[in-house]
């Protein structure tokens, strides 16, 4: 991974854990179940990886970087409710659009 990604690794390991989750759950059980388990997947796995760097986050490192940015911790807590309502709506369109097509 290059390094202008390296920051964010945590968020697109998650990702990749939280998708195939839901993909796999899909089949099993129902859209809305698949969804929210892929997304508790999702937030179990960012929390834990996020969580294995808190040792390292000293006040040297914190006073260091404090000017920096992480975007992805932002988009997950401060949008979390319209991400899931979308999620929703787009389970919800293509329900419809299944119904529709029998």
Known sequence: MTKRYHRHRAFY????CGV????LAAFFLTPWQALEIGTVVFFISYLTLSLRKLPLLTAKHLRAHADENDAPVLVLYEHEEEVARLGRRLVALAREAHVVAR
Do not use: R, T
Not at 13 to 16: P, R, T, Y
Not at 20 to 23: E, M, N, T
């Open 13 to 16: 390991l998650a990702i990749g």
């Open 20 to 23: 195939p989750v839901a993909a």
